[in-house]
């Protein structure tokens, strides 16, 4: 059963910096479309970055471009999401997400979610 866990979260102080992961399992992240979304109090869930299935290319929402950087390991089967500069505003809990293309039709997964609190 495809799985996604992720980890890095926590409190960090405004300029500071963060690296989320999220280790797959079941199933290759390198050959399927990748992302990180985040969701803030009171907030729609957003998609923040995004690594296209094995052509790799990257995506990055305006808010985070130029201070996040994701990236993916091949021979981890992972993925992660390095934040720098971090601001109050990027307080929110993050999921790891995949998009799995099956014979039978796309699905998507996700982690559980890490907290991500900017703060001084």
């Known amino acids: 059963q495809p799985h996604l866990v992720e980890s890095g979260g926590g409190l960090v102080q405004p300029g500071g910096s963060l690296k989320l992961s999220c280790a797959a399992s079941?199933?290759?992240?390198?050959?399927?479309?990748v992302a990180w979304f985040r969701q803030a109090p009171g907030k729609e869930r957003e998609a923040i970055s995004c690594?296209?299935?094995?052509?790799?290319?990257?995506y990055y929402a305006d808010s985070v471009k130029g201070r996040f950087t994701i990236a993916r390991d091949k021979a981890k089967n992972m993925m992660s999401l390095e934040m720098n500069n971090l601001k109050p505003e990027d307080t929110a809990v993050y999921f790891c997400?995949?998009?799995?293309?099956?014979?039978?039709?796309?699905?998507?997964?996700w982690g559980q979610g890490t907290q991500v609190t900017v703060s001084s």
């Open positions: 997400n995949a998009e799995v293309n099956y014979t039978s039709g796309i699905k998507n997964y």
């Open positions: 079941g199933f290759t992240l390198f050959y399927h479309s």
């Open positions: 690594i296209s299935d094995m052509e790799d290319r990257t």
